[in-house]
């Protein structure tokens, strides 16, 4: 089992930038995708990026192309997901997760994440 631990999540202006961390601990595997989703009020969960342990390989969704980052820290088991260009529509908590199916092709079904983290809120103000 994997935990998860994320943070950074705040009150920011449209137009501006945020950076979530997700700190992991337990076992890990470099087959594993780690995966940031988002649920706002309301909605239901929704995949916004993701990308493997092992050669960082990539995947967003596409309201996330060109405006967020998903990277990650092998050395200190972080992933990040960096937000620029924020907007009200992007306001909501944020989750990382763990997909340790160790498939080649990522997934944007949460139902395919195993662990989850506590999440963390994000507002965009007008």
């Known amino acids: 089992q994997v935990q998860l631990v994320e943070s950074g999540g705040g009150l920011v202006q449209a137009g501006g930038s945020l950076r979530l961390s997700c700190a992991a601990s337990g076992r890990t595997f470099s087959s594993y995708a780690m995966g940031w989703f988002r649920q706002a009020p309301g909605k239901e969960r929704e995949f916004v990026a993701a990308?493997?342990?092992?050669?960082?390989?990539?995947s967003y969704a596409d309201f996330a192309k060109g405006r967020f980052t998903i990277s990650r820290d092998n050395a200190k088991n972080t992933v990040y997901l960096q937000m620029n260009s924020l907007k009200p529509d992007d306001t909501a908590v944020y989750y990382c997760a763990v997909d340790s199916r160790g498939y080649v092709v990522f997934s944007a079904n949460s139902a395919n994440y195993d662990s989850w983290g506590q999440g963390t809120q994000v507002t965009v103000s007008a």
């Open positions: 990308i493997k342990w092992s050669g960082g390989r990539t």
